[in-house]
């Protein structure tokens, strides 16, 4: 699919300012939608939209389906009289700069249990109709989701292959008992899941009526403490026990010496070819109830894979395998038409990674971090470089894993500076950032997205994640006093002259 020239601006929204430990679904979210028509933006890019997981990242969910509780916006709860104002007071323990997870999730959890427990006892015929609609709409996943929270927080968190065999094996009468015996928390998750699912719904309208687009973000692989692996289990490689023997990574690469051992159960292909890719259907249908645009993460695991032995420390040893290929993008274009996807191909890309992609037209990534060698010797061949790139293309100064350009500037060496100052044909690198977000916009690629932080020139500090690393990332946030008229007169500019707006 062939996208519109346009450009836009990477910004998750637990990022956003407002008074409740972490950007929420709030009105700061319309003012962020407000910023981005006034700097000619078109597309808001964010992350997945689903719960954090291990080391609060955002691609390690309790589901494939499900909103993230933390973006419920409080405030709203409270006008429908399920919380006071003395519930809204932020705790003495929250950041305007970083969100600390540890005060804020356990602060707005209880809140959004007592909203809960309002609404049961006062609920309003149009709101029981509206949350029933919602239940028996989204009842294909958020059944076993609503259950499966529910008895994971009775089993202290652990592993659910660690549950009794009855429920970890989903015998149908223990599966009974318990949906019986916890009907009342049972309905708090779906509770929370019909909260996101309204505000966001709301917020999205707003952005579409103003010309703005929403880019999601959809990983390729899911927590295996997660509902869906939980309920599908026979489409995972699992052993008997629901354990896994081998689990997801990449090799060594440009982010790590020892790569990444992500510690995602892989998939069965052979049974979800078995079944004609009804589940990955699924999660396409639903992600875009959600977004416009999907971007898909980690893109070449469909072409090939590497499993690491679940033993393993670290990535290094490990193998590749093929993957599912053509044949999952013809299922899901058959069932769904053709989707406007943008294909994540960071990383070790081989021929049929590129095949793959060409075949169903989607854009690829570029990302100007990775552009410049310091000797130049493959500038012709370098994927990175504008003046190689197809207008199929999408791309970045850096991605939530890069470094901030004013960090990626200040690590950089002597000849790295100089070829990126050579190349762009500018004395200095003073405005490194803009400099950067310039030759995207100039570039002959379809759509250009900036991080925010590059927007706003921060360094390194400001980087949202370092992969490899599993804790003190996914925290930065913004304020608006950063946010000066100039930042958003400036992309305008660069929107109009490269038609982009």
């Not at 692996?229 to 990449?250: K, N, P, S, Y």
Request: charge should be negative.
């Amino acid at each position: 699919m062939t996208f519109p020239r346009a450009s836009g601006v990477l910004l998750h929204p637990t990022s956003l300012p407002g008074p409740h430990g972490c950007g929420d679904l709030g009105p700061a979210a319309y003012h962020f939608v407000d910023w981005l028509v006034t700097a000619k933006q078109r597309l808001w890019q964010i992350l997945p939209l689903g719960g954090i997981g291990p080391g609060n990242s955002p691609y390690m969910s309790s589901s494939a389906f499900a909103g993230n509780l933390l973006l419920i916006d409080l405030a709203e709860l409270q006008q429908h009289g399920w919380l006071d104002d003395a519930d809204l007071l932020p705790d003495a323990g929250f950041s305007d700069a970083r969100v600390h997870f540890g005060a804020v999730v356990p602060w707005r959890m209880a809140r959004l249990q007592q909203a809960a427990a309002r609404f049961a006892h006062n609920i309003s015929a149009a709101d029981q109709v509206d949350f029933a609609d919602f239940c028996l709409h989204h009842a294909v996943w958020l059944e076993d989701y609503a259950l499966f929270m529910t008895l994971a927080e009775l089993h202290g968190g652990r592993d659910w292959c660690d549950w009794p065999a009855p429920l970890a094996r989903r015998a149908p009468q223990a599966l009974q008992q318990a949906s019986s015996a916890h009907a009342e928390r049972i309905a708090f998750w779906k509770f929370g899941q019909w909260c996101f699912y309204r505000q966001w719904k709301k917020l999205r309208a707003y952005a579409n009526e103003r010309g703005v687009k929403i880019v999601g973000d959809a990983p390729i692989f899911i927590a295996c403490q997660s509902a869906e692996v939980w309920a599908r289990q026979e489409l995972f490689e699992l052993d008997a026990d629901g354990r896994m023997t081998v689990i997801a990574g990449v090799p060594p690469d440009f982010f790590s010496a020892t790569g990444q051992r992500w510690g995602n159960p892989l998939y069965r292909w052979s049974a979800h070819a078995a079944e004609g890719h009804a589940w990955w259907i699924e999660r396409v249908r639903r992600i875009f109830e959600l977004v416009d645009i999907v971007r898909i993460d980690h893109f070449r695991g469909f072409a090939g894979y590497w499993e690491i032995p679940a033993s393993e420390p670290n990535a290094i040893r490990g193998r590749w395998l093929p993957g599912p290929g053509a044949a999952l993008f013809h299922a899901i274009e058959a069932a769904l038409g053709e989707l406007p996807i943008i294909a994540e191909d960071l990383g070790v890309i081989t021929p049929d990674v590129d095949a793959l992609r060409h075949e169903f037209g989607l854009p690829g990534m570029r990302i100007l971090q990775f552009a410049f060698g310091e000797d130049g010797a493959n500038d012709n061949t370098n994927a990175y470089l504008p003046h190689n790139f197809e207008r199929n293309t999408v791309v970045y100064t850096g991605t939530h894993d890069n470094n901030t350009t004013q960090g990626w500037w200040a690590e950089a060496s002597p000849a790295l500076r100089q070829r990126v100052l050579d190349y762009l044909g500018t004395g200095d690198g003073n405005d490194i950032h803009w400099q950067l977000i310039r030759a995207a916009c100039a570039s002959v690629a379809d759509t250009a997205i900036h991080p925010l932080q590059d927007v706003l020139g921060l360094g390194g500090e400001h980087r949202m994640n370092l992969p490899g690393q599993g804790e003190g990332h996914w925290e930065w946030r913004f304020a608006w006093h950063q946010v000066q008229p100039l930042h958003a007169e400036r992309l305008a500019r660069l929107g109009t002259l490269y038609r982009r707006e």
